[in-house]
């Protein structure tokens, strides 16, 4: 039995190896050079009053929320610097927030093992937003949620589960073990038309892993090795062929989905620190890491070229989150402060 | 690939999972390489931080000057 799993193994090593016929820096020698990203902080959104963990935009490109060891979540407009609502949490544990794509609710989750989510449109009589559902039941902290509508859910958790629930019914629609080790990051491949996002999303593991999901389905897909240490984050590529990651081992690298292999791996200048978050601009080209050492990297995804770094947080960077329309990056550090460049 | 098999069942499923994977389809790198630079270079338009806003209208983070009601 050992045995035909390390000949499955070697098969699909074998077959990648054969696949590697190129490398992508030179495959991508006709490409112009990619010009210097400009992005300025152009607003210094201040509130909370501890590390802020996770932030994430609204379907409107225009609100994000974001989740902090403060107890609360806040909702801002980052047109205009204001705080739309501030709702205080149940638990103060919060590690990852999500903005369902129509604006319309929220949810958290952390070391209170639980998902609430939350209605923005229905306030209670102090003014904040009404739980919906407390989904409860995970083993493990709530490491990471999306909203794949206004009524389904899915999450990822330190149990190395991931769950789909129907917020309608209040219900779990699946449930089972994903990873060999904590579930912390997914994201859900981009869609045409209302939906929003396709039928797969990939999550990344302490594990070293990150897999490929269809929603329909409990079984993987397929599994991504390369990473030497906790994948942190994962962010799907707008053309929904590939996926970019940040990892502990102080590299991102580029995951092509049809290749079945990794494609490319960025290292900062100076190689120092974890990078705790990625994200991806919306033509594909530059992928950006939050790291450890406070500041954001940014790199020409196809030359593999490190294009600049942002500074300005004081401590490290939890969470970064480019807008839908690609216009502004918003992120969010221990420093307390939640920064948007545009 | 350190994983924790208790029994032969599990055992099982991993190596059922692991064939399922070593059995798809795959392209070869160049080619996954060359597709993602056409999409790149087909919405490279669309990607404000290649191309920048068009005039400083269509940036709805600039800062507003005031408006004076004659």
């Known amino acids: 039995m050992r045995r035909s799993s390390v000949d499955a193994s070697i098969m699909a090593a074998d077959a990648q190896k054969k696949g590697q016929d190129a490398k992508l820096e030179e495959t991508c020698g006709s490409m112009g ?12 959104l201040k509130g909370h009053i501890n590390k802020v963990n996770s932030v994430h935009f ?16 806040i909702i801002w407009d980052t047109w205009t610097g204001n705080k739309v609502q501030v709702i ?24 209170d093992n639980m998902c609430t989510v939350y209605d923005l449109n229905n306030r209670d009589n102090t003014g904040a937003a009404k739980i919906v559902r407390e989904l409860a039941g995970y083993e ?22 991931i769950c789909h629930w129907d917020l309608e019914k209040g219900k779990k629609t699946m449930e089972f073990n994903a990873h060999a080790g904590d579930v912390v990051t997914m994201s859900l491949s981009p869609g045409e038309g209302e939906q929003g996002h396709g039928n797969v999303y990939v999550t990344g593991s302490v594990d070293r892993t990150c897999k490929i999901w269809d929603i329909r389905e409990e079984k993987a897909k397929q599994t991504f090795f390369g990473h030497e240490s906790d994948v942190n984050s994962v962010i799907f590529h707008p053309s929904g062929q590939a996926f970019a990651t940040g990892s502990e081992d102080k590299t991102a690298r580029l995951f092509d989905l049809r290749a079945d292999q990794q494609l490319a791996l960025y290292t900062p200048p100076n190689k120092t620190s974890g990078f705790t978050s990625c994200a991806l601009s919306k033509s594909g080209r530059f992928i950006m890491c939050g790291s450890d050492d406070h500041s954001i990297h940014i790199w020409d995804s196809m030359k593999n070229q490190h294009n600049g770094t942002l500074g300005g947080h004081e401590n490290r960077i939890t969470s970064i989150c480019l807008a839908g329309n690609g216009m502004a990056l918003a992120s969010c550090s221990w420093d307390q402060n939640v920064r948007v460049w545009v | 690939m350190d994983m924790m098999i208790s029994n032969l069942a599990q055992q099982r499923q991993v190596t059922e999972q692991l064939r399922r994977e070593a059995a798809i389809k795959r392209i070869s790198v160049s080619q996954a390489v060359q597709d993602i630079m056409k999409f790149i270079t087909e919405h490279e338009q ?10 400083q209208k269509a940036n709805p983070f600039r800062e507003k000057s005031t408006c004076t009601v004659l």
């Open chain 2, 46 to 55: 669309e990607d404000c931080l290649l191309v920048g806003f068009s005039s």
């Open chain 1, 88 to 111: 205080p949490l149940r638990s103060s544990w919060v590690m990852s927030v999500a903005f369902a794509p129509s604006g319309n609710f929220v949810a958290c989750g952390g070391m």
């Open chain 1, 140 to 161: 493990g902290f709530l490491s990471s949620c999306r909203f794949l509508d206004d009524t389904h859910i899915i999450t990822g958790s330190g149990d190395m589960k």
């Open chain 1, 58 to 73: 609204s379907g409107d490109s225009r609100h994000c929320v974001t989740g902090s060891l403060d107890g609360k979540l």
């Open chain 1, 33 to 44: 050079d990619a010009p210097k990203v400009r992005l300025v902080t152009k607003k210094l």
